[in-house]
């Protein structure tokens, strides 16, 4: 490999490497898309069974205060035919009995209407609430068709980003040594998400800080072929 070749390996590995870097930006970006769609979708699940526990929550109270309204209404037309009897009493026998009858029906009718203004509390506290869920809840929907639509043209924008940077890399590629790219694809099927490190002027590896022993050093330096850092694997490039 003349010096020429070998620095136009080394400047196609450059470009290389850093559109696989843009490509795994675009990429990280396209991923947190996802996230936030899934968290309104989280938001809105959990609106919906708050709602319909609520719902279900006024249901029975208005069916609880439905039973106490007929409980009050049958006590007042009970209080009411007493007190009609109590003045068609002839002895003082009878007007206790109706008189005790009374207080039990009027004692009833109290419970009842203790009942009925607590379960119109109840159902008008869950109505409020529903309200404010339903509420919540349009407002998290609108929100959610907004950031989905907002995703989706963001997302064909970083699809179509990607696109030309890999069109950016096969062009590359085509420029490589076939050996030079198999290496440089091994590399960056590794471990480490870097591929390429500087030799620097002290002779360690820019990446691990490993020394390279002086004839490597040397023959990195001539630019003769690729070499890999024994501590980190990955290509060691001459500095320029």
Do not use: W
Not at 10 to 26: M, Q, T
Not at 58 to 73: H, N, Q, W
Not at 192 to 208: E, K, M, S
């Amino acid at each position: 490999m003349d010096d020429t070749t070998a620095l136009g390996i080394f400047e196609a590995l450059r470009s290389l490497e850093e559109i696989d870097r843009n490509i795994a930006g675009i990429t990280a970006q396209l991923e947190a898309l996802s996230p936030e769609l899934f968290e309104s979708e989280r938001r809105m699940a959990e609106l919906e069974v708050r709602a319909e526990a609520v719902a279900k929550r006024a249901e029975r109270a208005e069916s609880r205060l439905r039973k106490s309204e007929r409980a009050t209404k049958a006590g007042r037309e009970t209080l009411k035919r007493l007190q009609q009897r109590g003045q068609e009493v002839q002895n003082l026998k009878q007007h206790t009995a109706v008189r005790a009858e009374t207080d039990a029906a009027r004692r009833n009718l109290e419970a009842a209407e203790d009942e009925q203004l607590q379960g119109m509390q109840e159902v008008e506290e869950a109505k409020a609430e529903l309200s404010v869920l339903k509420g919540q809840l349009t407002e998290e929907r609108a929100a959610y068709e907004r950031l989905k639509s907002e995703t989706s043209a963001r997302r064909a924008e970083l699809e179509s980003e990607i696109l030309v940077e890999r069109d950016r890399r096969a062009n590359r590629e085509l420029r490589l040594d076939v050996d030079a790219l198999r290496l440089y694809e091994s590399v960056r099927g590794g471990k480490t998400r870097q591929v390429l490190a500087a030799l620097t002027p002290d002779g360690v590896c820019g990446h691990c800080y490993t020394f390279i022993p002086k004839q490597r050093q040397a023959e990195i330096r001539s630019r003769s072929r690729l070499h890999l850092c024994e501590g980190c694997g990955i290509i060691l490039l001459p500095v320029e």
